[in-house]
């Protein structure tokens, strides 16, 4: 198993300009996560997924949309980037809600917004 | 609301210390709690987990016990290795609820 992957590793994009962070977890997950980390900060949760077809905001989603059409897929998108959407994202899985289920990580993907 | 609070790092030690990163958090109800770390280039990875008051996890070495009257999740070793320079990350999950609460992270050095 590949577990929680995620592309591009590293991205600079201009003001303005729009991107997909990809995501893609083969262990068969309900649940998918979008963070966002800040220097020196804790990771802040963006969007959450329960299931295909059903997604719910976090603690900071503005500027930020989401997908779930998939099991496997969670893709996040940034429409109209700006430099305070600079940091490192992690998409994370877990099998389900209950409370001792341990999340997986991908390895996140840089942004950097001039 | 839920909150973690950790240690400001960076904390700098030589191989074979003590570490000690402390870990304390808000929350109403009864949490369960995790220390997670981030190697260099790495997505975070769970360390250990307590899910109810007075449980202990381990793993690795590490050590951290749930105390409930003082709110707090201290992550203990004692021993640190060079390959235990890390980024480490307590957190909290509500019960009942996917989502995670961290902490803001602490670099951790260890020196040969």
């Known amino acids: 198993n590949a577990g929680v992957t995620q592309t591009p590793k590293f991205r600079i994009l201009k003001i303005g300009q729009s991107m997909t962070l990809q995501c893609t977890q083969d262990m068969n997950h309900n649940y998918m996560y979008w963070y966002r980390q800040d220097p020196g900060m804790g990771l802040k949760l963006i969007y959450y997924s329960v299931g295909a077809g059903i997604t719910d905001k976090g603690e900071v989603p503005n500027g930020y949309n989401v997908s779930r059409s998939t099991t496997e897929d969670f893709p996040l998108r940034l429409e109209l980037a700006a430099p305070s959407q600079t940091s490192v994202y992690f998409c994370?899985?877990?099998?389900?809600?209950?409370?001792?289920?341990?999340?997986?990580f991908g390895p996140g993907t840089r942004l950097l917004v001039l | 609301g839920n909150s973690v609070t950790q240690m400001e790092g960076p904390v700098t030690l030589s191989e074979e210390a003590f570490l000690t990163i402390n870990c304390t958090y808000t929350a109403t109800g009864y949490p369960s709690l995790f220390w997670y770390v981030q190697y260099p280039g790495e997505g975070l990875q769970l360390l250990l987990k307590a899910t109810k008051a007075d449980d202990k996890g381990s793993n690795k070495g590490f050590e951290a016990t749930y105390r409930k009257e003082t709110t707090s999740f201290h992550l203990e070793k004692g021993s640190v290795q060079v390959s235990d320079s890390a980024v480490y990350f307590c957190a909290l999950s509500k019960q009942g609820a996917q989502k995670l609460v961290f902490g803001q992270g602490t670099r951790l050095t260890i020196n040969p």
């Open positions: 994370a899985s877990s099998y389900s809600v209950i409370v001792q289920e341990t999340q997986y």
